[in-house]
């Protein structure tokens, strides 16, 4: 264990995937840690609480996130074998690519050059992994064999026991920061280092944050292929995997909705305009499944920042902002925070990437934003 001097106790405010997984790391590395969180554990606003999350290691060019995803695809199959269940599905993310030389190739270049199992395919061999699809359009299929999908929600719920169990402390109750203070129902707590991990509810906690909430609707559509690879279309910003634990098959949109979503917002169904976009794609992908029924639905939120980049910031001394995931962060979880803990204490110089400098607005990281 790391000799961690005066710095022992930390209090982590927010028990979704990232507060949950840094709060059982710290208590891990042998830190005393209290977890705060209001909701409940399948209360749909959390982002955590959505049923499935894609795991792939492609991030264009690159080396950092596709480095974390990797060891955390790894960290996802050792928790499976941890707690003998499959909550992360290894079966294969495809990338449709467009162009000869698009995103997709040069995701493919930086994999191997990480030693990241991938292999390009020509578009009718990687049609031959679905019942039926549409190729035509395609001029490579970048194939991740040993990415997958993790049951994310489940996922949540089995991290913060496992951080239970190993020590950590869980309150229920709303955090109003105070300095290194969390004031939890007019309790206070202090710990050496404070982590605000609040996702969308961060920029209503904190001034000045590069975050900007918009709501996202995620489609299931109630088709029955199942053990299909997941599959990412970045030129569309769309992407889906097959039916698992029988919600149906889904194809989701994932085009940024309007700004300014409220994560207090009612969850009373999703839009007209959510579900025609993700017809219009399936119409496109998979005709045969054009006329298919909504199967299950969801309404969400990403926390974005302008270049998809996230916000690991002490924004000042021992108290820590980690957010704006931007809408690709469950599957890092894992490995982020064993990132987290190591600069918490200080062994690690936090990423510049991750500061509060005026950020560019790009898109990349997760999708190209075009349909
Ligand atoms: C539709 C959709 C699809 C996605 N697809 C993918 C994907 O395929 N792959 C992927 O890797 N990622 C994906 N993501 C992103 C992923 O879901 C998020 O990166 C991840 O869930 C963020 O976790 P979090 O812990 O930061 O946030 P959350 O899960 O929202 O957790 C924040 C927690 O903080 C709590 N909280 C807030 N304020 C307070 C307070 N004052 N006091 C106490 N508690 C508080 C909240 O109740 C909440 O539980 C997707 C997201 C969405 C919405």
Redesign the pocket.
Known sequence: MTDYGTVQNVIV????????SLALRLAESGRRVTL????AGA?P??????E?????SAHGTSEFYARMAWQATRDWLALNERVGEEIFLPQGVMWFGREPDGWEVRSAEVLKDLDIPCTLLDPAEAAMFYPEMRHDDLATVLYEPEAGVVR?RRA?EVTTGLARDAGVTLIT????PDGRNVL?DGEILTGDQVVW??????PG?FEGLPIEVTR???THFAAGWTGVPAFCDYSSSA?GHGDIGGHGMKI?S?VEGEPGFD?ESPRDGILASSERRARDYLARRFPSLAGTPLGLT?V????VTPDAEWVITEIEEGVWV??G?????????PALATYLTSVLAGETAVDPRFGLHSRDSVRGLRTSGET
């Open positions: 405010v927010g028990a979704g995937i990232w507060g949950a705060v969180e209001r909701l209360d606003r959390r982002a955590s609480a959505g499935t999350r894609l795991v792939r994310a949540t109750g709303t955090a109003v939890v991990a609040c996702g969308a509810w961060l906690l996202q609707d995620t992407y989701t994932d994560p969801q969400c939120q990403y926390a980690l957010g995931d931007s809408g690709h962060g469950f599957k890092h979880a």
